[in-house]
């Protein structure tokens, strides 16, 4: 997705090991939103729709 940017970046993978924490982590936590959904907000916006709007408004090239 970056690549709409028409910035050149180099992306270079990252592990849990890499960003050590001091409390004990699952290896696997993505986020629920149910939280959000009970309190009444609107769930997130896809991530890729999100940017693509945010390079469009900042004239990034964003298609």
């Known amino acids: 997705m970056i690549e709409k940017s028409g910035f050149k970046v180099e992306i270079t993978p990252g592990s849990t090991k890499d960003f ?14 149910t939280a959000i959904l009970d309190n009444g907000f609107e769930d997130f ?8 709007e945010f390079l469009r408004l900042f004239g990034l090239n964003g298609k």
Request: charged share 25%.
């Open 45 to 52: 916006r896809p991530w890729r729709k999100t940017l693509q």
């Open 20 to 33: 050590p924490r001091l409390a004990p982590r699952p290896r696997y936590s993505a986020m629920a939103h």
